[in-house]
T-cell receptor, first 114, second 117 residues
Framework: DGGITQSPKYLFRKEGQNVTLSCEQN?????MYWYRQDPGQGLRLIYY???????QKGDIAEGYSVSREKKESFPLTVTSAQKNPTAFYLC?????????????FGDGTRLSIL | AQSVTQLGSHVSVSEGALVLLRCNYS??????LFWYVQYPNQGLQLLLK??????LVKGINGFEAEFKKSETSFHLTKPSAHMSDAAEYFC???????????????FGQGTILTVHP
């Protein structure tokens, strides 16, 4: 079945450490997104990519980095500059950038600080 | 700029009762509107969407929503709640594609639905 796979499901970060969250999709979608979810705050956009080798900052990009070297992959790195990384991270994709296409979501990665 | 307000962070109903989750939006262009549901420790699943055409939209699991432009609302309803409906629900808005927005989704803060037996 086609879908979005996020790994790992749970991740722990030590102080000063960078960690990378994986997102892979086999839906042949062009556009991919990373969101951060905190209780009571909904979802906030970190980065998005409309096409391979191109990506844009979202609303809360500071302390995060991404790459889009392959159509099916959009990894997110949480750097040591992100001082409050504890959150639930969701990856999403859609066929293209048109607004009437709904986004499809993975099952998320929960990141905590050791 | 666009924004979404979900009235009520928590809603509690009895099994079999009407479910009403409220969503108001702000958008400078005709919006596209979505409702998603999230079960604990899972991703978001699309319930329904409004793009153009009929203002009453039917979704999965018996949910429906009505787009009211004059009230800038897109409330979610279900005539009879089931225990399995207990989850968090998110309303989201997206403007028309164009410029640099690329169909960016803006989410509300979410409403947790509790269903009592």
């Amino acid at each position: 079945d086609g879908g979005i796979t996020q790994s790992p499901k749970y991740l722990f970060r030590k102080e000063g450490q960078n960690v990378t969250l994986s997102c892979e999709q086999n839906l042949n979608h062009d556009a991919m997104y990373w969101y951060r979810q905190d209780p009571g705050q909904g979802l906030r956009l970190i980065y998005y990519s409309q096409i391979v080798n191109d990506f844009q900052k979202g609303d809360i990009a500071e302390g995060y980095s991404v790459s889009r070297e392959k159509k099916e992959s959009f990894p997110l790195t949480v750097t040591s500059a992100q001082k409050n990384p504890t959150a639930f991270y969701l990856c999403a994709s859609r066929p293209d950038g048109y607004s009437n296409q709904p986004q499809h979501f993975g099952d998320g990665t929960r990141l905590s600080i050791l | 700029a666009q924004s979404v307000t979900q009235l009520g962070s928590h809603v509690s109903v009895s099994e079999g009762a009407l479910v009403l989750l409220r969503c108001n939006y702000s958008s400078s262009v005709p919006p596209y509107l979505f409702w998603y549901v999230q079960y604990p420790n899972q991703g978001l699943q699309l319930l329904l969407k409004y793009t153009t055409g009929a203002t009453l939209v039917k979704g999965i699991n018996g949910f429906e929503a009505e787009f009211k432009k004059s009230e800038t609302s897109f409330h979610l309803t279900k005539p009879s709640a089931h225990m399995s409906d207990a989850a968090e629900y998110f309303c989201a808005v997206s403007g028309n594609a164009g410029g640099t927005s690329y169909g960016k989704l803006t989410f509300g803060q979410g409403t947790i639905l509790t269903v009592h037996p």
